[in-house]
């Protein structure tokens, strides 16, 4: 509150809640965390900039892959070209579905790391990640390279310090691979610009 009043903004202060509203409130604002106010400008300002990119994969890489490997394939690049299709033609589902079964996965098993208790949870996430996404593979039910997307995915969302701003837009991705999925590199544009 002391930085933000710092820097002009001002806050409204309601008896009996403990929050603080702080007006304007900016998108930026989403990645920024009270590190950053320790950290020397530069490496704070650095920091920033990777949660903004981390944001940025988190939403728009799931839509993009499906895009790229549904309807256009030549920009892959040739050397990663027969990894890419190839493991697309060995799984039985088409690409939107088996980033949609692998994402789904992972949610479960988000969820199910919330509810279980502390270390607990921590071992369910893991194993069963691993567990399941090399069973998937292994089965030929979903690619190789959609669970190093949907781990990357996940990875990056982790970046993001604000919870609530995170969560909100874990939904926001799945709309992007249906867009994609259903226009291509067109809906991939369009989900930039929403």
Same mark, same amino acid.
């Given at each position: 509150?002391?930085?933000?009043?710092?820097?002009?903004?001002v806050?409204?202060?309601?008896?009996?809640?403990p929050?603080?509203?702080?007006?304007?409130?900016?998108?930026?604002?989403?990645?920024? +965390?009270?590190?950053?106010?320790?950290?020397?400008?530069?490496?704070a300002s650095?920091?920033r900039?990777?949660?903004?990119? +981390?944001?940025f994969?988190?939403?728009?890489l799931?839509?993009?892959?499906?895009?790229?490997? +549904?309807?256009?394939?030549?920009?892959?690049?040739?050397?990663?070209?027969?990894?890419?299709?190839?493991?697309?033609?060995?799984?039985?589902?088409?690409?939107?579905?088996?980033?949609?079964?692998?994402?789904?996965?992972?949610?479960?098993?988000r969820?199910?790391?919330?509810?279980?208790?502390?270390?607990?949870s921590?071992?369910?996430?893991i194993?069963?990640?691993?567990?399941?996404?090399?069973?998937?593979?292994?089965?030929?039910?979903?690619?190789?390279?959609?669970?190093?997307?949907?781990?990357?995915?996940?990875?990056?969302?982790?970046?993001?310090?604000?919870e609530?701003?995170?969560?909100?837009?874990r939904l926001?991705?799945?709309?992007?691979?249906?867009?994609?999925?259903?226009?291509?590199?067109?809906?991939?544009?369009?989900?930039?610009?929403?």
């Open positions: 509150l002391c930085a933000k009043l710092s820097e002009g903004r806050a409204v202060m309601v008896e009996g809640t929050f603080v509203l702080i007006l304007p409130y900016l998108f930026i604002e989403h990645f920024q +965390s009270l590190d950053d106010y320790i950290h020397r400008p530069y490496f650095f920091i900039i990777l949660k903004l990119l +981390s944001f994969v988190t939403i728009l799931p839509g993009y892959y499906v895009a790229v490997v +549904s309807f256009h394939p030549e920009l892959i690049p040739q050397g990663l070209l027969s990894q890419f299709v190839g493991s697309a033609l060995d799984t039985p589902l088409p690409v939107v579905l088996d980033a949609l079964t692998v994402f789904f996965l992972y949610e479960l098993l969820e199910a790391g919330v509810r279980l208790p502390g270390a607990m921590n071992t369910i996430g194993v069963g990640g691993l567990i399941i996404g090399q069973a998937a593979v292994d089965a030929n039910i979903v690619s190789p390279i959609v669970v190093i997307v949907v781990a990357l995915t996940a990875l990056c969302s982790f970046a993001i310090p604000n609530e701003f995170a969560t909100a837009f926001l991705k799945f709309g992007f691979i249906f867009l994609c999925a259903w226009l291509g590199f067109f809906g991939f544009l369009m989900s930039m610009l929403l």
